[in-house]
């Protein structure tokens, strides 16, 4: 069984810096897609980056281009989220994901396994 644990949510002001990790075990995940999401209050879960895990090829929303930065540890089994730049509407519970396949998606419903999110909040 999957599982998928972030970590490195917080606080910080606009123009500040956070970095997400997702320790991913369970499984090989040389055939897979990793990805980060986001949910703001009242809205649907929205893609953030993806990246497959073998080749390491990457994809970013519109939003988060030239800011944010997907990465992986293939040694230590870990996704990564470095984000730079933050704005307030940034502010969202931050999602990792796996899907069993490598080729990116861009839809919630695409991806099989979840982590329990994590919380950016960005102040003005």
């Known amino acids: 069984q999957v599982q998928l644990v972030e970590s490195g949510g917080g606080l910080v002001q606009a123009g500040g810096s956070l970095r997400l990790s997702c320790a991913a075990s369970g499984r090989t995940f040389s055939s897979y897609t990793m990805g980060w999401f986001r949910q703001a209050p009242g809205k649907e879960r929205d893609f953030v980056a993806g990246i497959t895990w073998s080749r390491g090829s990457t994809y970013y929303a519109d939003s988060v281009k030239g800011r944010f930065t997907i990465s992986r540890d293939k040694d230590k089994n870990t996704l990564y989220l470095q984000m730079n730049s933050l704005k307030p509407e940034d502010t969202a519970v931050y999602y990792c994901?796996?899907?069993?396949?490598?080729?990116?998606?861009?839809?919630?419903?695409?991806?099989?396994?979840w982590g329990q999110g994590t919380q950016v909040t960005v102040s003005s």
């Open positions: 994901a796996a899907r069993g396949s490598v080729y990116i998606r861009f839809r919630a419903d695409d991806y099989d396994y």
